[in-house]
């Protein structure tokens, strides 16, 4: 004898197919004798509509896995084929919600971080997170896996190991994934970059719907450059003192362009700084500088290089001497 659920279960299979109007009295009846009739028979409607809206390959697995779940055991050959239906429908709502858990985050959040000051972040996971000013990331957490969108700026990332669950950084159409190490990821005018401190790092390429092409791994003491477009334009050895200088307030140039050193600097001054030519712009800087004394680093440019800096209305301009 079918109890409720399964009843349910036919009735709304009857309905797909269509009743006639004999079998839609008895519907109305059955479901009109009692509150639990109608519960269970609304629960089933919202479970094959469910299974409707899943997405075309998750309904092909579960239907696979499912069929295949019922040519192993012997019994179900006798029942009735309106029962195997049912129960059929049942196992595929089981493992719809069971997909439908993984698919959902545990945990979301997004962390910005202001123009004057890091943010630290803590997730639930252990794992560590530094923020470099004006910089933003969005986190995910799932039962198989943990997931971080760079929205831009620079991150220094310390990752809890657990087997169980990967760490993956999305940042353009470049991928990120650790178990568990310690590296720096910046997102800067259309170009992500990685430097590890510690451990083993996977990049890889990732386009819409494609598969992630595996780049490289990275490893301790390496540097990575890649822009939107994927193309690889460094990729070299690094010394690990030199990576995320500013989570500890300062930055250090070794032989590096003044265009570049003021456009690092710019993330911590809201100074406008103008530079003569390509001489200036190429001048070697070689140094430590504190991230929050700019004006330091400019007033010691014209006693150490042949430079000059004028002011006029807030605006700087530096010029040859």
């Not at 202001?114 to 639930?124: F, G, M, Q, R, T």
């Not at 200036?280 to 010691?300: M, Y």
Request: charged share 25%.
């Amino acid at each position: 004898m079918k109890n409720i659920k399964q009843t349910a279960a036919s009735w709304v299979i009857k309905k797909t197919e269509g009743l006639n109007s004999c079998e839609k009295n008895n519907l109305d009846s059955w479901l009109s004798q009692d509150t639990k009739h109608q519960e269970a028979y609304n629960q089933e409607q919202e479970i094959r509509e469910s299974f409707n809206t899943m997405p075309k390959e998750i309904r092909d697995i579960l239907s696979k896995k499912a069929s295949s779940g019922v040519q192993r055991t012997n019994n179900f050959q006798k029942l009735k084929p309106m029962l195997i239906a049912a129960l059929f429908l049942l196992s595929i709502s089981f493992s719809y919600y069971k997909y439908q858990d993984y698919s959902k985050p545990i945990f979301s959040n997004t962390y910005v971080s202001s123009s004057l000051k890091e943010n630290s972040i803590i997730l639930p996971d252990g794992s560590k997170i530094v923020l470099d000013v004006k910089s933003s990331i969005k986190v995910s957490m799932y039962q198989d896996k943990r997931e971080v969108h760079f929205l831009k700026g620079k991150a220094l990332f310390t990752v809890a190991k657990d087997k169980n669950r990967p760490f993956i950084i999305h940042s353009l159409n470049t991928q990120i994934e650790v178990i568990g190490t310690q590296f720096e990821v910046s997102k800067i005018k259309e170009q992500t970059q990685v430097n590890v401190k510690e451990g083993i790092v996977k990049i890889s390429q990732t386009y819409s719907s494609k598969a992630a092409k595996i780049i490289t791994l990275l490893t301790k003491a390496q540097t990575i450059s890649i822009n939107k477009a994927g193309k690889v334009l460094n990729f070299s050895n690094t010394n690990v003192n030199t990576i995320a200088t500013w989570e500890k307030g300062y930055l250090l140039f070794n032989q590096t362009s003044l265009k570049e050193a003021i456009n690092t600097f710019s993330r911590y001054s809201s100074k406008t700084i103008l530079l003569e030519n390509d001489t200036v712009r190429n001048t070697q800087i070689t140094g430590k500088f504190s991230t929050q004394e700019f004006d330091k680093f400019l007033n010691a440019l014209p006693k150490i290089y042949a430079l000059k800096i004028e002011e006029k209305n807030k605006v700087y301009q530096i010029l040859e001497k």
